[in-house]
């Protein structure tokens, strides 16, 4: 199956300050991206659909001004999370979608805002 | 409005035996249903999927039914192993989206095997 890298796998940051996450295809071409986060004890929860050259479609309830997405390549989207504060702390993972339909996953990326 | 339900949080199943995870859906435009496993810390890992034209699907120990009239999917491992220990979750997704489509989650079983 496909291979998808997340970078960082954790990270720890200041309250208000931007961190970004990246994700990147690494053996396959990937159009559409798909970001997701999951609370603990929670279900994963579909963020935002990431494409390749224009804007990224977000799920109801999430606000696309605090998490900025850019996928510049067919090969990387980055997530940005601007001004975090402690509510989003949480655990966010990228997908890319194979020819079959499954989802290839990141390692994922644990932040935590202190 | 949760569309995939996984109502058991917990499961416990003795080594060697059939471990089953039980997955319910509401949405009647899903045609495509996975089953991924998620050990803490990690993103979940691919492990067996079924489209709605089939009612069955195998692939070694793992075997995923679709109760398409029921709304109902169940994964089943046989025989159960220390290594299965983890959440699994079950997604589902409308394949005519052509793979452009995210994927809806239950909010994962954690399957407990015991030696």
């Known amino acids: 199956g496909a291979v998808v890298s997340q970078h960082p796998s954790w990270v720890i940051c200041k309250s208000g300050t931007s961190v970004k996450i990246e994700c990147r295809s690494l053996d396959f071409q990937a159009t559409t991206m798909f970001w997701y986060r999951q609370f603990p004890k929670q279900s994963l929860m579909l963020m935002a659909t990431s494409n390749e050259g224009s804007k990224a479609t977000y799920e109801q309830g999430v606000e696309k001004d605090k998490f900025l997405i850019n996928h510049a390549s067919l090969t990387l989207s980055t997530l940005t999370v601007t001004s975090a504060h402690p509510e989003d702390s949480s655990f966010y993972i990228c997908?890319?979608?194979?020819?079959?339909?499954?989802?290839?996953f990141g390692q994922g990326t644990r932040l935590t805002v202190v | 409005d949760q569309q995939v339900k996984q109502n058991s949080p917990s499961l416990s199943v003795q080594e060697g035996r059939i471990s089953i995870l039980n997955c319910d859906y509401t949405n009647s435009m899903f045609d495509y249903f996975l089953w991924y496993k998620k050990y803490p810390a990690e993103g979940p890992t691919f492990l067996i999927s079924i489209s709605s034209i089939k009612d069955k699907n195998e692939d070694g120990r793992f075997t995923v039914f679709l109760n398409k009239s029921a709304k109902h999917l169940s994964l089943h491992i046989v025989p159960s192993q220390p290594g299965d220990s983890a959440v699994y979750f079950c997604?589902?997704?409308?394949?005519?989206?052509?793979?452009?489509?995210?994927?809806?989650f239950g909010k994962g079983t954690h399957l407990i095997i015991q030696p």
């Open positions: 997604a589902a997704s409308r394949y005519s989206g052509g793979g452009a489509d995210g994927l809806t």
């Open positions: 997908t890319i979608r194979g020819m079959n339909t499954e989802a290839f």
